[in-house]
């Protein structure tokens, strides 16, 4: 499985970006997609996942109702659409895969990752 990102970049507070994750590889060891960023030396943490087949989503409490994970099935490609920015939303960005449900926004349950693209929000 391989997973490309794309879409990071600088903006203002307030401002709006879209992630975009593309995967391509063995379909079922991605049943289940995820977003997850890291600020440098601490804990890699969950944003939000996507059961593929259901399109049952999983936010953390911090970005719920600002983030937006969504799927293009046809395109293999899993996006997070992020408005209402803040400054500590500044983070590398992850886009992680794995087969078997449970831990959603555990990094630790995902076996496929990208190399990340960089938000920056000041």
């Known amino acids: 499985v391989q997973l490309v990102e794309s879409g990071g970049g600088s903006v203002q507070a307030g401002g709006s970006l879209r992630l975009s994750c593309t995967a391509s590889?063995?379909?079922?060891?991605?049943?289940?997609m995820a977003w997850f960023r890291q600020v440098p030396g601490q804990e890699r943490e969950g944003v939000a996942s996507?059961?593929?087949?259901?399109?049952?989503?999983v936010y953390a409490n911090d970005v719920q109702g600002r983030f937006t994970i969504s799927q293009d099935s046809v395109k293999n490609t899993v996006y997070l659409q992020m408005n209402a920015l803040k400054p500590e939303d500044s983070q590398m960005y992850y886009c992680?895969?794995?087969?078997?449900?449970?831990?959603?926004?555990?990094?630790?349950?995902?076996?496929?990752w990208g190399q990340g693209t960089q938000v920056t929000v000041s």
């Open positions: 590889g063995d379909r079922y060891s991605r049943q289940y």
């Open positions: 992680a895969a794995k087969r078997d449900p449970g831990g959603s926004l555990n990094p630790t349950r995902h076996e496929y």
């Open positions: 996507i059961a593929v087949a259901t399109g049952r989503t």
